[in-house]
């Protein structure tokens, strides 16, 4: 069993960066990958990115990628998702994510989820 915690959501102007953190509970952290996911209002979930266990592979939708950035820590078991150069259409609550397998992950079939984070981004 694995439980999510993600924090570090706010209120950003256009331009301006975020860090969201996720800590896991469980001794098998680094045996997960991770992976971040985001919904606007009136719309779907959808992928943001995902890192494997080792943190030595990352993906990332073609929306955020160049401007989005996941980075793991195991000894704290906590991934983190940097986000710079935010735009209002990044505008979502942002979860975060875990399963033994990355492409899992990408496709959204976890079993464990976080709460989410609310992030706005102001025009």
């Known amino acids: 069993q694995v439980q999510l915690v993600e924090s570090g959501g706010g209120l950003v102007q256009a331009g301006g960066s975020l860090r969201l953190s996720c800590v896991a509970s469980?001794?098998?952290?680094?045996?997960?990958?991770m992976g971040w996911f985001r919904q606007a209002p009136g719309k779907e979930r959808e992928f943001v990115g995902t890192i494997s266990w080792t943190g030595g592979n990352t993906y990332y939708a073609e929306s955020v990628k160049g401007r989005f950035t996941i980075s793991r820590d195991n000894a704290k078991n906590t991934v983190y998702l940097q986000m710079n150069s935010l735009k209002p259409e990044d505008t979502a609550v942002y979860y975060c994510t875990a399963d033994h397998s990355i492409t899992t992950v990408v496709g959204g079939w976890c079993d464990y989820w976080g709460q989410g984070t609310q992030v706005t981004v102001s025009s």
């Open positions: 469980g001794r098998t952290f680094s045996s997960y990958a």
